[in-house]
């Protein structure tokens, strides 16, 4: 199982950011995909998460301003950042438990500038 994840990057405050993540390696269609972030100096938190039937569900601290999506055919998560501010400067992983174990992909940073 692979996650390779994109779309990081430098923005300024008000910005948005597109992050995708794609797997190869699992049935992906039946499986949870989540997004979580980690700021420096802090622990790893779950961000977001859509499930086999697209439900969602997000931290309070990015409800209406994130937004995860799949797309099966493409085996991809995507993970919409809007509104962001200097404290969503983080790595964000996606991630999903599969075959009894989780898997992560490696990272992408985005950087959030006032």
């Known amino acids: 199982v692979q996650l390779q994840a994109f779309g990081g990057g430098l923005v300024q405050a008000g910005g948005s950011l597109r992050l995708s993540c794609k797997a190869t390696?699992?049935?992906?269609?039946?499986?949870?995909m989540n997004w979580h972030c980690q700021a420096p100096g802090q622990q790893r938190e779950l961000v977001a998460s859509i499930t086999s039937d697209h439900s969602r569900n997000y931290d309070d601290s990015v409800k209406g301003r994130f937004a995860i999506s799949r797309d099966n055919v493409r085996r991809t998560v995507f993970l919409q950042l809007d509104s962001l501010t200097p404290e969503d400067t983080a790595v964000y992983f996606c991630?999903?438990?599969?075959?009894?174990?989780?898997?992560w992909g490696q990272g992408t940073l985005v950087t959030v500038s006032s």
């Open positions: 991630n999903t438990r599969a075959f009894d174990r989780e898997f």
């Open positions: 390696g699992i049935d992906f269609k039946r499986y949870t």
